[in-house]
């Protein structure tokens, strides 16, 4: 019996070792490039840059006064309607100033509409010259949308955030919304006729910059701050599609209306200053999240970001949809890739559900620490004594089973994971066939899911050093039965394999947050192998090579190394 298993191991890490090419690729990603996306993940390296020469926050009185902040008495400058202020922005590393006026105030921020755009088309509706395309209603809904007397984005956000700073720069407690067209690329489509979502990283929405926490004469050359609390959300095409074909992605009239009900895909709830509310809760986040923690993670900011999307109740965003067709993708490497956005929110709405509704992700928000170590330091004052790695396994398997009927902690409440279909056979986060061997890569904290059959597999070797394996049982395509501590680099026995149950998914998940990592598995017969020691007949090891390397034709390698084991043992 000892020389039976001991052959058993040599032979399975013999398939692994000479089994050179890959029995699959990483998960198809479809392509969501059409998606919004957050700028502010851009702009994470200059703000850690700028943390670390300590500049000022504030401004004496005497520089506060002369920049019109103050009078020369000393007391705050109101701001009218009606007035315009220049502004600094950046687009792809590009500062430009422009004007804006100042449309809208209400108790809790100002909302300023951009001009005209950098080609001096009117972005603000004249009545005048019957040009532009936001009008003053739409400043109007965007200020009432941020506060109003009962449910606002300013309300629900420090509600589940924390609160925002107090003021900024310039002394005002007043958040500045800055309506503006961000994005220039989208404008360069009209003359190119490029489909504008085969840009690969969709178009921004809007963005929150640190810089502007900082006094202006303080920044480096290259860096300009408008110096006070502001958000930037886009109005081209976020608001206002103009009339565009979706067929062909071309924009027909590359001057919008300001009914914006002019898109030939579908009616005016695909376009409209509702369109920004979204984007204005993820930004203020961003805001409220530098406030308490200035140098967190990208990916984790993020998460919390596309979470105030949904706490505020506007739905889970489109990018989920990414991630559950390539769910290899890493979770803690920020690759500025739509999946980046989907993994992360998935994780943080996790979060959310398992430990603790909004207190938990405000106790995440507030720990000085970053990224894992500020999950596990949010879960052990949750009261939880679960370690990131644990965690993480979990929410693994919740992407694919999503059901508490084995384990509350393998479930989402607030999202149906069948909801995004992948094209397999189930719905649902993506999955690849298993070959009786195969390898992959899968990202920091990321998961490839293998579906295997049954055909004779009874003995599992997984090597891996950065992963944690999870087989998931299946009969008659109902899961019995999860199994977490699948051991790696060594032989695991599928007992009742083909009987309890008639097929397994294989979950290779990456639990190390450092790097990219990739692994191997491969499946054996028990009983196969112990007819070739009991027998050394030559068919029999042409036909267990044959079989163990799943192939049709004989490789003469492996059969000459079977025998040379067979004499050795003997």
Not at 107 to 124: C, E, I, K, M, S
Not at 224 to 235: G, P
Request: aromatic share 12%; glycine share 8%.
């Amino acid at each position: 019996m000892l020389r039976k298993i001991t052959l058993l191991n040599l032979i399975a890490l013999i398939v692994v070792v000479v089994a050179t090419s890959s029995a699959y690729a990483r998960g198809a990603t479809n392509d969501f490039s059409n998606d919004f996306v957050c700028g502010a993940p851009k702009n994470h390296d200059n703000t850690l840059k700028l943390l670390k020469q300590n500049l000022p926050t504030e401004l004496p009185q005497h520089e506060m006064v002369s920049k019109g902040y103050l009078n020369s008495n000393g007391v705050r400058v109101e701001k009218t309607v009606g007035t315009t202020e220049n502004f600094w922005v950046v687009d792809d590393g590009v500062w430009t100033e422009i004007e804006a006026k100042l449309v809208k105030i209400n108790d809790h921020a100002y909302v300023f509409v951009q001009t005209v755009d950098r080609n001096d088309n009117r972005v603000l509706y004249d009545a005048a010259t019957s040009s532009g395309y936001i009008s003053s209603g739409d400043a109007v809904s965007v200020a009432r949308e941020f506060h109003n007397t009962t449910s606002s984005i300013y309300n629900k956000d420090r509600e589940t955030f924390g609160v925002d700073p107090p003021t900024g720069v310039d002394g005002d407690t007043r958040i500045t919304i800055l309506l503006l067209d961000i994005d220039s690329d989208y404008a360069d489509y009209v003359s190119s006729g490029e489909k504008w979502w085969t840009s690969g990283n969709g178009i921004v929405a809007g963005y929150f910059y640190s810089v502007d926490t900082f006094s202006d004469s303080s920044l480096p050359e290259g860096y300009h701050s408008n110096e006070r609390k502001i958000i930037y959300i886009d109005t081209y095409p976020l608001i206002e599609h103009g009339v565009f074909d979706f067929s062909t992605g071309a924009i027909i009239d590359a001057t919008p209306s300001t009914n914006h009900n002019d898109d030939l895909n579908a009616t005016a709830s695909i376009e409209g200053a509702s369109q920004s509310y979204g984007t204005l809760a993820h930004e203020f986040q961003h805001m409220i999240h530098y406030y308490h923690d200035s140098d967190e993670e990208t990916w984790l900011n993020e998460g919390c970001a596309g979470f105030a999307e949904f706490i505020n109740g506007y739905g889970h965003p489109s990018t989920v949809a990414s991630f559950v067709a390539d769910p290899t993708n890493s979770l803690v490497t920020w690759n500025s890739v739509l999946a980046d956005y989907g993994s992360t929110y998935l994780f943080t709405l996790y979060l959310y559900e398992q430990y603790g509704g909004t207190t938990a992700i405000k106790n995440l928000v507030a720990d000085s620490e970053n990224g894992s170590t500020s999950v596990t330091n949010m879960t052990n004052t949750m009261g939880y004594t679960t370690t990131f790695k644990e965690l993480v396994i979990n929410w693994f398997i919740a992407n694919y089973y999503d059901s508490d009927l084995l384990d509350s902690r393998y479930k989402y409440t607030n999202l149906d994971m069948t909801d995004y279909g992948t094209g397999d056979s189930r719905d649902g986060i993506n999955s690849v066939s298993g070959a009786s061997h195969g390898s992959g890569t899968v990202g920091a904290i990321g998961a490839e899911y293998v579906d295997v059959d049954y055909n004779n597999k009874t003995l599992l070797t997984f090597t891996g050093s950065s992963f944690t394996p999870v087989i998931v049982k299946i009969k008659n395509s109902n899961i019995i039965g999860i199994t977490t501590d699948t051991p790696v680099g060594s032989q695991t026995d599928l007992a009742g394999f083909g009987s309890s149950y008639d097929s397994l998914l294989l979950i290779a998940g990456n639990t190390s947050p450092g790097s990219d990592a990739s692994y191997t598995y491969s499946f054996s017969d028990t009983e196969a192998v112990e007819d070739v020691i009991e027998d050394k007949n030559k068919e029999f090891l042409c036909y267990i090579a044959t079989a163990s390397y799943g192939i049709d034709e004989k490789p003469p390698f492996f059969i000459k190394v079977l025998r040379i084991l067979n004499n050795i043992l003997k």
